[in-house]
């Protein structure tokens, strides 16, 4: 029972353009949702989060989108780099939990 | 600044054959975790530990064991290896303070044959 789903495998994406990656989960007590980002041969660094108290949360280039009726959310970053080239993870939780459920990941390609 | 070390980096072990993955953070966390990712699957967290002497399974917990051997060491065993353990194991660590976000190792792949 897959309780985060990150339905794209995989997005490219043109240098300069937006990248939209989503996140859908099930379980309703979520209540803190984070983002990491991992590149290869290297472990997952955290990149941002959100509380379900926000719908929005920015910094710089990034921003998280929170639709809690939806349960959905999904980063954005504006404008897209090479260096962006990653493979994301939404990571939902409850507030205070430190077990992380982290989603299927979402390998992005910016084209140069 | 090292912050999460894991060794080996890599391992083939046999099937039936043990052996100890290590991990060691010097960031003066309280929580420390072992995850494996697999393809398709994401990152599934095997155990955790809250503090020094204390852990917690979690999801995936059946064929390991693991120590908390003092507030910087967190090791994982596999006492008779499988295939199905074929993976990447990352170790993480945490302050503990609401949802601080976790520091990954960079991971050991393990193989199986």
């Known amino acids: 029972d897959q309780q985060v789903k990150q339905n794209s495998p995989s997005l490219s994406v043109q240098e300069g353009r937006i990248s939209i990656l989503n996140c859908d989960y099930t379980n309703s007590m979520f209540d803190y949702f984070l983002w990491y980002k991992k590149y290869p041969a290297e472990g997952p660094t955290f990149l941002i989060s959100i509380s379900s108290i926000k719908d929005k949360n920015e910094d710089g280039r990034f921003t998280v989108f929170l639709n809690k009726s939806a349960k959905h959310l999904s980063l954005h970053i504006v404008p897209s780099q090479p260096g962006d080239s990653a493979v994301y993870f939404c990571?939902?939780?409850?507030?205070?939990?430190?077990?992380?459920?982290f989603g299927t990941g979402t390998r992005l390609t910016i084209i140069p | 600044n090292a912050g999460v070390t894991q060794t080996p980096k890599f391992q083939v072990l046999k099937t039936g054959q043990s052996m100890t993955l290590q991990c060691a953070q010097d960031?003066?966390?309280?929580?420390m975790y072992w995850y494996r990712q697999d393809p398709g699957m994401g990152l599934r967290l095997i155990y955790y530990?809250?503090?020094?002497?204390?852990?917690d399974k979690g999801e995936v917990p059946n064929g390991y064991n693991v120590s908390r051997l003092n507030k910087r060491e967190f090791s994982l065993r596999l006492e008779s290896a499988a295939p199905s353990q074929t993976s990447v194991y990352f170790c993480?660590?945490?302050?503990?303070?609401?949802?601080?976000?976790?520091?990954f190792g960079n991971g050991t792949r393990l193989t199986v044959t």
């Open positions: 990571a939902p939780t409850n507030f205070g939990n430190e077990k992380l459920t």
């Open positions: 993480a660590s945490s302050l503990r303070t609401g949802n601080s976000p976790l520091h």
């Open positions: 530990s809250a503090s020094e002497g204390t852990t």
């Open positions: 960031m003066n966390h309280n929580s």
